[in-house]
Structure formats: C-alpha cells, structure tokens
C-alpha cells in the first residue's frame, strides 16, 4: 500500500483522505498496543469502528486523529483507538456443542477428579462482555456446585468490555442470544430495559484487564481455559507465544478450548487435540 491514498467518508458526510503512512501509523499503532493485525484496504472498517471518537474529540478525519497521537500520545486517547478497534462479538452458550461436552464429559471428570478439595478453576481469556464466563457458571450452578470452591477468571484487554463484564448486565437483545428461556427466568433479575444476573451466578466470576501477550506466570493453575475467537486476530509469532503462555497456566491434563476456527496444531504440538462430541479441546501434557 505504499505511496497511495486511501479516501474514505465520514458519516457526516464529510471526505477525508487517510494517507497512506497514516494508515500504517494506526496499523502500527494497533498493533503495539494489542497484537491486532490491521490487513490492508480496512479504511471503511477504521471508519465506522473509529467515528465515535473523531465526534467525541471533535475531529474532522482519521488524519486528524493521527496528529492527535503523534502529538500527545494521549494514552486515553490510545486506548480508545485501540479498544474501538476491537471485535467483542460474543454472545451467552455460544456454539453451545462445547457447553454440550462440558456438561456430559469433561465436567463430571473434574468433579470426580476434585472431589476431596471440592475446587474448581476456570479462566475465560479474551472474555469480551463476560457472557461466557457466566454461561459456565449457570452450567456449574445446574450441575448441583453451588457450594463448591469455584473461581472463573474472565479477562479481557479492553477495559470497556471488562467493565461490563462485572457489571453483569444484559439488554434484552444479548439475553435473546443463546441463552435458553428456562436460565433467563431461573438466574437474572430484571432491571428497568435490562436483565442482570443474580448474585449466586456472579459469586463464582472475577474479571479483570489482561493482554494476552503479557506474562501469564502469576495465572492460574487452571482445570480449563476458554480462549475463543481471538488467536485469529494474531500473527503466527503472537499466536504461538500465547498458546505456550496458557499451557503453562494448565493443571497437567488440563483443557483448552478455542474457536472453532482456530487450532493448536502446527502451533504449540505440546497440546493434544481431543473430539469430544462436534467440538476439539487441546489437552496439556
Ligand atoms: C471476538 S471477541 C471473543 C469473545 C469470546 N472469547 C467469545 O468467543 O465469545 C475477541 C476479544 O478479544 C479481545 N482481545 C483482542 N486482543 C487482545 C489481547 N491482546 N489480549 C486480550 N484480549 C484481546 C478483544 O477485546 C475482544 O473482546
């Protein structure tokens, strides 16, 4: 993309043309700050993702929002760019085939297997608005563990979705997706237009920011890691670097569990893939 111009118009109607160095300056800048692979011709994804804060910093163009940076290195602002530019598409029991084989196959086995501690560690990498987290927990709840010793970290490294996250509150739209009808009634309260999850749900959850690429060595150990729908963002290096990072957080013989899109193999050969029902999990050594 070298020496063009990429041209783009802002919804309020106004052309703007982001150069190219601008471009690889947000490229660059994305992925610094999260390991984000910005691809090449994305103008009009920047657009839409970044438009609300053009309007909020009262900015005309993308370029003008690079003079900011460059200038200020506003780390509010960075974050903003940053979290604007991340996917927090999620949505409760999703692809609902791995909570089939949590519930038939690898929880009872980590029941059996924790029996005497009656302790139970879970981390939800990449949890965007927490969903996931509290689906397991419902599950867990269901299963009669109400009085176990449960910890379910959720982490995110957009502080937005975070915040969310704990705040444990849901439009009537996210509660319509995935989650069954018997749940909804069973473990959320309702709170003016939304739902909010009853405190038996939260108690077992804690979210916090985390970028995956950090050190995980103060993290876990966990009995299983959700870390879905996020590797597909990364490049090769990055992917590899966090698949190694998470089987160190591992109980040995611990799970992993990824998008459906994404694998282990030709990455980290340590993991040993294992279909249980339609779904892979990535066993640790
Ligand atoms: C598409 S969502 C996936 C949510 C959930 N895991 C699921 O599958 O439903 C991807 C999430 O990854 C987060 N993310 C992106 N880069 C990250 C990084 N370097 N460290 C931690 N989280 C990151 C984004 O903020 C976003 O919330």
Not at 184 to 195: A, C, E, M, N, S
Request: glycine content about 6%.
């Amino acid at each position: 993309m070298a020496g063009q111009t990429e041209t783009f118009t802002t919804g309020g109607g106004r052309a703007a043309d982001l150069t190219a160095e601008n471009y690889r300056f947000l490229q660059e800048h994305l992925y610094k700050a999260s390991g984000i692979i910005l691809e090449p011709d994305r103008n009009h994804l920047l657009e839409v993702r970044l438009l609300p804060l053009l309007r909020e910093q009262k900015l005309v163009s993308l370029n003008d929002l690079c003079a900011l940076l460059r200038a200020t290195r506003d780390p509010v602002v960075s974050r903003h760019v940053v979290e604007a530019m991340t996917t927090n598409e999620t949505l409760f029991f999703r692809d609902a085939h791995p909570f089939q084989a949590l519930k038939n196959e690898l929880l009872p086995a980590l029941v059996e297997l924790h029996k005497d501690t009656r302790k139970l560690s879970f981390w939800s990498a990449a949890c965007a608005t927490g969903q996931e987290a509290y689906s397991l927990s419902i599950l867990l709840l269901e299963m009669g563990l109400a009085d176990w010793n449960v910890q379910i970290l959720g982490t995110d490294l957009n502080q937005q979705v975070v915040e969310k996250a704990r705040a444990a509150r849901y439009s009537q739209l996210e509660v319509n997706r995935g989650l069954p009808a018997q749940y909804l009634v069973k473990y959320f309260t309702r709170q003016g237009q939304d739902w909010e999850l009853k405190p038996e749900v939260k108690r077992f959850t804690r979210f916090e920011t985390f970028d995956l690429r950090s050190s995980m060595a103060h993290l876990g150990p966990f009995d299983f890691v959700f870390c879905r729908n996020v590797l597909i963002y990364f490049d090769v290096p990055t992917k590899r670097q966090i698949l190694e990072g998470i089987r160190g957080t591992l109980f040995r013989g611990g799970h992993l569990l990824l998008g459906s899109a994404e694998t282990t193999i030709h990455l980290d050969n340590q993991f040993r893939p294992r279909s249980i029902g339609s779904s892979v999990f990535y066993q640790a050594p």
